[in-house]
């Protein structure tokens, strides 16, 4: 029984200790405002072709791809008959600053971390006077290139093209002349389809789809250290969505 009292008091140190590391983290940060988002609508975005720019890993455009995901989440919810939701800037903040502070392995799909994305995220839009009556946060580990699931590959640095990943085990030497099948890179949109439609599956449809949910701001991060590595490249994908209780409370 003292084995665990202690074991409680340690875990709970640790966590103070780390919500007060992450609030004076929050101060420090503020993002510019995405400049896809400020000129396009999710209509005129994909009319426009941009989002067909294959995924680059080694030069990835963050603005790009958190703005294809958000356009891609208004482009489904328009699908189902939703209004899209409006890009507000305090919520960005919140997302970007957690998408920030925390490492890859906080963005799994884990009860422990969604209610730890959740705090992060009301504590910062908070701060920034964010006047959202309700928050939903969506955070996710995302595949950086188009592997399909449980297939075996290996890793190339010497690759001088592509994304340096190949399916099948290492060739030996003997197998030299073997024929290698490259996996291929996602285009921005790709990855953005394949982020957005685990939103509006099982119990996450009812928020994605949810018409009390007007506003919103979207974080993906592609860490350079994830990067041409022996392991499959993954994202941080961060959304948060929010509404106003009866639409009553300005938020200026």
Known sequence: MRKITILFI????????????FKAFSKTFIPEENSYLKTYNWESFFESGIAQEALDLENVDQELLSATVFFTFNKIRA??????????????????T????????????????????RKCVKYVATQEQYHGAFQKVFIQQSQAINKKKRASYH?????????????????KVKDSVKELKPIE?????????????????????????????TEGACYVFIHHKNVRKRYIPYARVLLVIGGRR???????
Request: net charge positive.
């Open 10 to 21: 340690l875990i709970n140190s640790l966590s103070w200790s780390q919500s007060k590391s």
């Open 79 to 96: 699908k189902k008959r939703r209004a899209p939701l409006a890009f507000n800037q305090k919520l960005y903040k919140s997302v970007y």
């Open 98 to 117: 957690y998408g920030n502070y925390y490492r890859l392995g906080s963005f799994k799909r884990r009860d422990g971390n969604i209610r730890k994305a």
């Open 155 to 171: 890793y190339d640095r010497k690759a001088e093209e592509g994304t340096g990943y190949y399916y099948g085990d290492k060739p």
């Open 185 to 213: 890179p996602y285009t921005y949109e790709e990855f953005a389809n394949e982020v957005v439609k685990m939103w509006f599956r099982g119990s996450n449809a009812k928020f994605s789809k949810g018409k009390a949910y």
């Open 246 to 252: 009866m639409l009553l409370i300005p938020d200026t």
